[in-house]
Each structure stands twice: as C-alpha cells, then as structure tokens.
C-alpha cells in the first residue's frame, strides 16, 4: 500500500503559478502510475494530468501547455507544476496512485485546496 499526502495549495492571483507536491510513502513511486485529479464544487473529478513508472506524461487537453507533472523518485514525491492560473482552474486537487497508467488508481491522497482569485 502507499499513502499519499498533498501540500502546496493556496490562493493566488490570477496569471499566478503555484507548484504542487504529493508526498508518498509506504511504497516507493518508482512502480506506479501517479495522477493528478481536481474538482471543483459542483462539478465532477476531473483527471488533470499523468506520469507513468517510466516517466511517460499526459494531461487533459485543456491545460496541456500551462501544467507539468513530474516526479522525483529519490523523494518520492510527484509535482504539479501550475503556470498561468485561471479562475476556472480553482479546485481542490488530489493525488492518484495506481499500478496501470490506463486507468484510476486505488490510492488516494486527501488533497490541498487551490484558489485562484484577484
């Protein structure tokens, strides 16, 4: 099993980057799939990116260009670097862990709020 904790929310201005990290530990990131999901209030969970055990990447199509996910096995810790917030982009978002790139995950992280707000 893994657990999963996130950090790294908050509220910031429009056009504002924030980076987020999910902290793992009980197993180590280097065998699973990681996935960075959001949702917002009144609206479903949404898959916001993916990185494979080998590094492979994929994002929803709306935000490819603004956010990047990345990991950094020797912390095992997975980023989601944000870059020119928007609004819309207000969520909380949450960590995944899997072990197939394919589909969600069983591991789940409680998530951190993110506010983009002038």
């Known amino acids: 099993q893994v657990q999963l904790v996130e950090s790294g929310g908050g509220l910031v201005q429009p056009g504002g980057s924030l980076t987020l990290s999910c902290a793992a530990s009980?197993?180590?990131?280097?065998?699973?799939?990681m996935r960075w999901y959001r949702q917002a209030p009144g609206k479903q969970r949404e898959l916001v990116a993916k990185?494979?055990?080998?590094?492979?990447?994929d994002y929803a199509d709306s935000l490819k260009g603004r956010f990047t996910i990345s990991k950094d096995n020797t912390k095992n810790t997975v980023y989601l670097q944000m870059n020119s917030l928007k609004p819309e982009d207000t969520a909380v978002y949450y960590c995944?862990?899997?072990?197939?790139?394919?589909?969600?995950?069983?591991?789940w992280g409680r998530g951190t709020q993110v506010t983009v707000s002038s």
């Open positions: 995944n862990a899997g072990l197939t790139f394919y589909a969600e995950g069983h591991y």
């Open positions: 990185i494979s055990s080998s590094g492979i990447t």
């Open positions: 009980g197993s180590s990131i280097n065998i699973y799939a």
